[in-house]
C-alpha cells in the first residue's frame, strides 16, 4: 500500500496539473524544482553558523555551504553532502533543509556541494567535481574547524550515485586518510535502468521513466551508461569502501538498483546497511512537511551518521 500522505501528493500533482520534469526545459525544471520545495519541506532549522566557500574545481571554483549546528566543537566530524537532481537540476537551495536536519540530529558539520551538471556540463563532470571538493575539504579542514579523519560522503538520488563513486575513486586513488561513512538516499547505482523496479514503478509515482530517460539524456552518452563513475554497480571490486547505509522506497523505480548495491557491497566484504520505507516514493526524504515518514528517515540518517562519526 502507497503511505496516504504520499498518495495524497501524488493525487494534489495530478490535480493542479503540474507538469512532469521531462516536458519542461532545464532552465525551467530547475527553477520549478527550486520554487516548490517550500510547499512540502519543513521549516529551516538555525545553526550556529551557515557560510558559503568555494573549493578549486576541474574547470573553475566550486561552490560550498557549510553547516554548523550549535554546540558541535571543532574540529568536528563532517558530513559532505551532494544533492539529488537527476544530475540536472537542484543546487545548494533545495537541499537546503535537509543538510540542516542532519546537520543538527547527527551532531556533525554539513558541507553541501554545488557541482557541475548536465546538459552545460556532462558526465563526468559532477563526480569530478564532487571528489575535487572532497579533497579539498579535507586539506582545509585544519582551517575550517572540521576533523580530517572523521568524514563521511552522502547524498540522495544523483547525489546518492556521486557519494558512491568517490567513496569508489578515494579507495582506489589510496588517499592517505580514509572516507568513515557513506550516507546513499535512494541512490542510482546502474544506468541501465533494468531492475525490476524500473517497470514496476516506472510511472505514477512522481518520478517515472521518461523522467529517468529525460535526465539521462542531458547527463550522460549512450555509450557511457557501463562506465562505473556513473554506474557504480558495475565496478569490478566492491571490496574495502567505508560502511553504507542504503535507503530505498518500495515505490521507486530506483528501489532495486538500491538494494542491488546494498547487496554487492555485503557480498563483497564491504560494511553496508540496508533499509527500505516501503509505502514510500522517491524523493520523500526531503518532504516532511506533508509526508511524516521523511522525517523518520531523517532521524535514522542521523543516527547512523553520530554512530559512523562518534
Known sequence: MLDPQAKALIDLIAERGIPPTHLLTPADARAFYRERRSF??????????????????????????????????????????FHGGGWVIGDLDTHDVLCRQLADEAGCVVVAVDYRMGPEHRFPAAPDDCLAATRWLQAQAGALGLDASRFAVGGDSAGGNLAAVVCLAWRDAGEAVPLKFQLLIYPATDMRATAPSHTSNGQGYVLTSDTIAYFQRHYLGPDQLTDWRASPLLHASLAGLPPALVLTAGFDPLRDEGRQYADALSAAGSTAQYVCFERQIHGFITMGRVIDEANTAVGLCALALRRALA
Open 40 to 81: 512540502s519541506q519543513p521549516a529551516p532549522r538555525p545553526m550556529a553558523e551557515v557560510r558559503d566557500l568555494s573549493a578549486p574545481g576541474p574547470l573553475g571554483p566550486i561552490p560550498l555551504r557549510l553547516y554548523r549546528p550549535a554546540g558541535v566543537a571543532s574540529p568536528a566530524p563532517t558530513l559532505v553532502y
